[in-house]
């Protein structure tokens, strides 16, 4: 309880129900509600106020009225044991138990929650989670002959909504209540509330506990602490809670009975805070199982009194155009006209979302659907993430990692953003190391993500967003340490020990690097040297290797010293250049398409630890070459690894194109079967980029792929078609369609690229024998215009000549 209480006398004149306490039933997050709250308590003054929540939160409810408090935020319960287990009871601005205690906190009058409390809770909804995991372990016949199973939980809103003839709950409630308006005078501020008990009465006398066998202990627990405050303060006490619980508030029971409801109850030791909640999470159904579709709409209803569609609609203009749309005073004028039209023709009592929605598109969309899923997202959901203050109870490791967002200016956001950190700035290195550590502590507030700019080592590109469940993330790490950075420690080396295969702990190095976290990497290290040395599989050195020639690499940008890695990384890659040709044959195709995605994996890792291991650079590379060679030379290997195998050391200036046109030649011989030679060409132009260049710029090549495509049995090609179409469809659609050109006139004849030359010596239509200087000569003054050489003759870098075909 807060707040001073004070003499119960009854104040003449005050409107109250005869002989019991003011009962205010309420829709969860409902504006309409939480202004019918607002007035009834202002004209009620009661003694003290209950609400509907976990009432381990009555000492975090001062904080409400603290400026540094903004909604939406939400109670987060966790048990002290379990941190992820947990719940939350979300309140908006325009939430009525959110009104209710920010009146009782102005007007100095004494607040409680006397909902069950959190600690049973929590500990009910995990006996739940167990029975229902048994029960989906059991078969149906175990469960013949059992009970029938529980209804399907009844949503009273829905059930008056149809009663009333509205198809929509949404829309009934929102001309019922949110566009309820008096004729003439102010009105009875209890009326509503009234009309409301009494038909949730009547649904309760039908539907019993409505499918929510659990609401018979929490109303138990209720009517305990209604009749504690009732004794406390004379009757004078007002209950604000769900509609749905009035009835059974308001139902003759005996102190006993409700006691030996609660008995027995499953309890665990709970924690309670404020976190900030969003807006995209009140639509969704969390918290009090009331999740509302539009909550920036509620909370524009609740800000805007009056006039609240042509404000509504102002504010629609003014995000289009900040989108470059054309919308003039005009457009919302008609668009105000039109939504009031549509709610006369539909019976409304004033234009509601579903109008004003039907409006923007009409007139400021042009019909189109697109503009105005920015307006949902935007406006009708919104993005707003709340705030709570400083004092507010956190774990160590919350206070820290909000400390260092505040120092890097890195601040929580709900809607998804991208940033781009260069490494070099002192700043930047310091953010992407917290979103590293927090990625190894299971806190997914960033994720890497494909830079538009430059791909070098010392920039990376993120992804962030902030979710309320990452409070409950942060709590749950909390049980390694008090810092961020001592936590991420302490997590990586735990993971070290637990690790049981090479390429898991390898990737932990890199993670550890990334992060800067030098006091694990030790741990890491030894788990790394012993893993490797047991391991003799091929393929788990190979998919070990990448991880770290990646993590050599952050050695000159994060001031890292990897010296005892690259001895690692070496050892391994010599252990994978013994072992690999043996390992390459006798494959199914799906072993031998993971072994050439791993030897792709291992050449680019090679280069890499080239570069990082300068003593040991030539060795490797020879001994690289050598396996590559052996691979791309013996007919018992795959053939996607071998002409992958040709195709590397082509790309690396390692083979000749004549020797490539020799293993081309052998491998598409009429000896080989045609699903070899098709995986051949998969390995050496396929699934690699240039692949499709290689074969427009080499027509020897082209050749030798189309004799042996056009050799191919009728009966087997249809076995080696989809291998062809999956390498020739990842070509762009300009490859593709100038190999079609190539392959119609025919390749070059005497095996050399030349320009318009077919088979039989003609040329081909469009095409000249010979290179026409001067017809080439002829764009030099356009180019010249295009480079801006004003006229001045433009000449090569080398030798001074022209520009031109004749140069």
């Known amino acids: 309880m807060t707040g001073t209480p004070r003499p119960a006398a009854p104040r003449p004149g005050t409107p109250r129900r005869p002989g019991g306490p003011l009962l205010l039933g309420v829709r969860h997050h409902g504006p309409g509600s939480a202004r019918a ?19 381990e939160g009555d000492a975090l409810l001062p904080l409400a009225i603290d400026e540094q408090m903004r909604p939406p935020v939400a109670l987060l319960a966790h048990a002290v044991d379990d941190p992820g287990r947990a719940a939350f009871w979300p309140l908006a601005g325009f939430s009525p138990e959110w009104v209710a205690i920010r009146w009782a906190l102005a007007h100095d009058v004494p607040v409680r929650f006397i909902d069950l409390p959190a600690a049973h809770s929590l500990a009910m909804a995990e006996k739940e989670e167990e029975r229902e995991k048994e029960e989906a372990r059991r078969g149906p016949a175990d469960r013949a002959g059992e009970a029938v199973p529980a209804p399907v939980p009844v949503d009273p809103i829905g059930v008056l909504a149809g009663t009333a003839g509205y198809d929509d709950p949404e829309r009934w409630w929102e001309d019922v209540v949110e566009h309820r308006a008096h004729d003439g005078g102010p009105g009875d501020p209890l009326a509503a509330f009234a009309a409301l008990g009494e038909a949730m009465t009547a649904l309760r006398e039908v539907y019993g506990d409505g499918g929510h066998p659990r609401d018979a202990v929490r109303e138990a627990y209720m009517r305990i602490q209604l009749r504690t405050a009732r004794k406390e303060f004379d009757d004078d006490v007002a209950v604000v809670c769900g509609a749905w619980h009035v009835p059974a508030l308001e139902a003759r029971t005996t102190l006993a009975a409700d006691r030996a409801l609660l008995k027995g109850l499953p309890k665990v030791k709970a924690e309670l805070t404020w976190v900030p909640w969003t807006h995209q999470r009140l639509a969704r159904h969390s918290g009090y199982g009331a999740g509302i579709d539009s909550p920036g709409w509620y909370a524009h209803l ?26 003039s005073s005009a457009h919302v004028i008609e668009a105000v006209r039109l939504a009031g039209t549509l709610a006369a023709m539909r019976g409304r009592p004033l234009a509601g979302l579903s109008e004003a929605t039907d409006a923007v598109r009409a007139v400021m969309c042009e019909g189109s659907d697109m503009p105005l899923a920015l307006v949902r997202d ?51 290195a310091a953010r992407s190391r917290l979103l590293h550590r927090l990625r190894i502590l299971g806190v997914g507030w960033g994720e890497p993500t494909e830079g538009r700019g ?11 967003r902030w979710e309320p469940e990452l409070y409950v993330r942060v709590a749950e790490a909390g049980i390694w340490g008090t810092t961020v950075l001592s936590a991420a420690t302490a997590r990586a080396e735990s993971a070290a020990l637990s690790a049981t295969a090479l390429a898991d702990v390898t990737a932990l190095a890199e993670r550890c690097l990334l992060a800067g976290l030098p006091d ?24 070990a290797l990448p991880s770290l020639a990646r993590a050599l690499r952050y050695g000159d940008v994060r001031s890292t010293d990897t010296a005892a890695l690259g001895e690692v990384a070496a050892g391994l890659a010599e252990r994978i250049c013994v072992g690999l040709p043996p390992a390459c044959t006798g494959l199914d195709d799906e072993g031998a398409a993971a072994l050439r995605r791993q030897v792709d994996g291992v050449h680019t890792a090679v280069g890499l630890l080239a570069g990082a291991v300068p003593a040991n650079a030539d060795g490797l590379r020879e001994r690289w070459r050598a396996v590559l060679h052996k691979l791309a030379a013996r007919d018992t290997v795959a053939g996607v690894i071998r002409g992958r195998a040709a195709r590397l050391l082509l790309d690396d200036g390692h083979l000749e194109q004549d020797d490539a046109a020799r293993l081309m030649g052998l491998a598409l011989s009429t000896g080989t079967p045609p699903a070899e030679a098709a995986a051949w060409i998969e390995g050496f132009v396929g ?9 427009v710029h080499d027509e020897r090549l082209l050749a030798l792929v189309d004799t042996w495509l056009s050799g191919v049995a009728p009966d087997t090609f249809t076995d080696v078609l989809p291998l062809l179409r999956r390498t020739f469809s990842a070509y762009e659609s300009g490859v593709r369609r100038t190999l079609g050109e190539l392959v119609r006139r025919g ?19 469009g095409f000249g024998p010979v290179l026409d200087g001067p017809r080439a000569d002829a764009v030099l003054p356009v180019l010249r215009l295009l480079l801006g050489l004003d006229g001045e003759a433009a000449t090569t870098e080398n030798d001074g000549q022209p520009l031109g075909a004749t140069g």
């Open 37 to 55: 709250v607002g007035a009834a308590l202002e004209a009620a003054r009661p003694g003290a106020v209950l609400i509907e929540g976990p009432p």
């Open 302 to 327: 609740f800000a805007s009194p009056d006039r609240p569609v042509e404000r509504w609609m102002t504010r629609v203009a003014g995000l289009l155009r900040d989108e470059d749309r054309f919308v």
């Open 378 to 428: 935007r406006l009708v959901v919104g993005s707003t993430l709340g705030e709570v203050p400083d004092t507010a109870p956190a774990v160590p490791l919350q206070r820290d990692l909000t400390r260092r967002q505040r120092t890097l200016r890195l601040k929580p956001e709900a809607s998804e953003r991208d940033i781009e950190l260069d490494l070099r700035k002192d700043t930047d």
């Open 454 to 464: 430059s791909t070098g080592t010392f920039r990376e590109s993120w992804r962030l």
């Open 520 to 543: 694990a990497l030790p741990v890491v290290m030894r788990m790394l040297a012993d893993r490797a040395a047991l391991d003799t599989d091929v393929g788990h050195l190979a998919d």
């Open 687 to 695: 699934g690699a980029a240039g692949g499709g260049m290689l074969l």
């Open 747 to 765: 390749p070059a004849a005497g095996g050399g690229p030349v320009a318009g030359a077919a088979p039989d010596g003609t040329t081909a239509p």
